[in-house]
């Protein structure tokens, strides 16, 4: 929604030295009205209802009414809430008689110092409850420990968006040291919610497995169908159960197919791994890649199709075995001045 | 726990995809650093949980966080794979012919368990107990026992360089072992005896602790013996 005018006044001046654009807090707040009000706009010309226009239906309607070609996903038109386009931007830090509103404004990284000074005041506040207690004679080192459970610091990206501003490497080790020093002290869980608000929870894993739905045909018997990828091979498996152990590759038997060893063995990986190997038939195409590659992708593809069949324990069981991720490793390709992907020429002194 | 995450790079968010890195680097993989080694064994799931000690339990819970890499095209859960194996296989392979080497391997271990068991038919009752007939099992002896103990680093100090004995850590031992081994077996035989006679004629005898690869760790070790002198030449 932004109109850009370029004016040869603006051309004089020194743009590079202006430093990063910067937006006033009543332009923002313009262009999230403006936001808001072409939202329901979009809605009325896709004919939906303007209350629950999310951001999904927003990204749907301008891919179909501005449908573009190109290939970088940030040139295609976009339209998003303006807090995610604008980056934030502190507001003027001083009055109107120049005086700085902070009291650490002229450190330069006056959010950054604040929370250490705020962080060292927590440390001396538990310190001084420790005293008490051992005054009374209450203390006891492993009283009340914080449970964490499963989190982690915040990163030193999302130290900055929390704080506003760019610190370094050096300040966030230095942040990250002071906090484990506040966790290290036994009576921590005076300050707990303080310290939780700079740890981020971490999701297990296994959450972002896609199970592939349980399908059944005319006669009852369950079959999962699963596509699996390595290198430039795709395949697609259909694993059927009641079966006999049977494999069919692109219509030929598997012994056929794979005239060595290590190709059916990985096959049969994650079946003997998880321990049905004469439970299901399965029916194989692959196309693409070499010997290895094939066998390779089937395996994950067998792997996917498994999963529907299983538990979550015994899913996650095949993610830890690596059975579950796609192989990244592709060919690396030859560069110029060298003879292949790593070996250069011949070095010559002369 | 704490110690692990705070091991972790910048981004997360970002680490959670196999890596593609615009700039190549000269050591680089396609996974990024936050993927874990696969556990292919099955033993190793079906511990229950107060078989732990508290280190395992915490890497377990650390395992359900991280994602892991993919299991590699030579190792299954199988009986019959062995790691120990499966390197010696890579190690013998030439061009990418892993079909050939694997055959080799196979063809090696079936002529020590035939030597092995001739041996035992022809012995007499107490002397029986005493032949191995796994070959595996005489696989893994006789690799031990070429294994050295000390390796020599070349240090230059005041313009002139040092042989100086330093510890080597478990990998590099097995690395030589085996690489002294297929040398050995490669180079100092009579060009009709295919490898497979070779490989396990020199396994037989370092099983019994003789043969050239055993002398040559014991060369080694004379060597670090007598370079003692310079042992404090080395910093790390």
């Known amino acids: 929604m932004l109109i850009v005018c370029m004016s040869s006044a603006l051309h004089r001046k020194n743009l590079a030295a202006a430093g990063p654009e910067q937006f006033t807090a009543e332009f923002v707040k313009k262009q999230i009205d403006e936001f808001e009000v072409g939202k329901r706009h979009l809605a009325n010309m896709m004919g939906e209802d303007p209350e629950n226009f999310s951001q999904e239906d927003i990204d749907r309607s301008i891919a179909y009414l501005f449908p573009s070609g190109l290939f970088e996903k940030k040139a295609r038109p976009l339209m998003k809430h303006p807090d995610e386009i604008f980056p934030k931007q502190r507001a003027v830090q001083w009055g109107a008689d120049g005086r700085p509103f902070h009291f650490l404004f002229y450190t330069g990284k006056q959010s950054y110092y604040f929370l250490m000074h705020e962080l060292y005041g927590k440390l001396l506040n538990v310190e001084k409850h420790q005293d008490r207690l051992r005054a009374k004679g209450l203390f006891s080192s492993d009283a009340n420990s914080m449970s964490l459970g499963m989190s982690r610091w915040f990163t030193k990206e999302e130290l900055e968006v929390s704080l506003v501003e760019t610190i370094s490497t050096h300040d966030y080790t230095h942040f990250v040291q002071l906090m484990e020093r506040l966790l290290s002290m036994p009576y921590c869980s005076l300050e707990q919610q303080f310290i939780l608000q700079y740890r981020r929870q971490l999701e297990a894993q296994s959450m972002h497995q896609i199970v592939q739905p349980l399908q059944q045909d005319e006669k009852g018997v369950a079959y999962s169908s699963a596509e699996g990828l390595r290198k430039t091979s795709r395949s697609s498996v259909v694993l059927r159960d009641c079966g006999s152990g049977r494999v069919t590759v692109n219509g030929q038997d598997c012994h056929h197919y794979f005239s060595v060893l290590q190709d059916r063995e990985q096959l049969m990986f994650p079946l003997q791994f998880m321990g049905v190997l004469g439970r299901f038939d399965l029916k194989c195409t692959v196309s693409g890649g070499g010997r290895s590659s094939q066998a390779g992708a089937l395996r994950l593809a067998i792997s996917r199709a498994l999963l529907s069949f299983l538990s979550e324990k015994e899913g996650e069981a095949m993610r830890q075995a690596g059975l579950l991720t796609p192989d990244p490793r592709v060919r690396e390709r030859k560069k110029p001045g060298q003879e292949g992907a790593r070996r250069k020429y011949t070095w010559k002194k002369r | ?236």
């Open chain 2, 1 to 236: 726990m704490d110690t692990h995450v705070l091991k972790m790079a910048a981004s997360v968010s970002g680490l959670l995809k196999p890596w593609t890195s615009r700039v190549v680097l000269v050591r680089w993989s396609r996974y990024n650093p936050y993927y874990l080694e696969p556990e292919v064994r099955k033993e190793a799931y079906n511990r229950p949980e107060t078989e732990l000690s508290p280190e395992d339990q915490e890497e377990r819970q650390l395992k359900t966080l991280r994602p892991i890499k993919a299991a590699t095209s030579g190792v299954t859960s199988s009986v019959f794979d062995d790691p120990v194996i499966s390197k010696f296989i890579n190690m013998m392979m030439r061009q990418g012919k892993k079909v050939l080497a694997r055959e080799i391997m196979l063809q090696t271990l079936e002529n020590i368990k035939k030597k092995q068991v001739e041996r035992y038919h022809k012995a007499t009752g107490g002397q029986k107990e005493e032949i191995e007939c796994n070959p595996y099992e005489i696989f893994h002896q006789a690799l031990e026992n070429c294994k050295p103990v000390v390796g020599l680093a070349s240090i230059q100090k005041g313009g002139k360089s040092y042989q100086v004995p330093i510890p080597l850590t478990d990998n590099r031992r097995r690395f030589l072992a085996m690489k002294w081994m297929i040398t050995e077996c490669k180079e100092n035989k009579h060009r009709r005896t295919l490898m497979y006679e070779k490989l396990s004629q020199e396994l037989l005898a370092a099983f019994q602790k003789e043969g050239n690869v055993i002398k040559k760790k014991h060369e080694l070790h004379k060597m670090a013996e007598a370079n003692r002198a310079y042992a404090h030449y080395r910093w790390w």
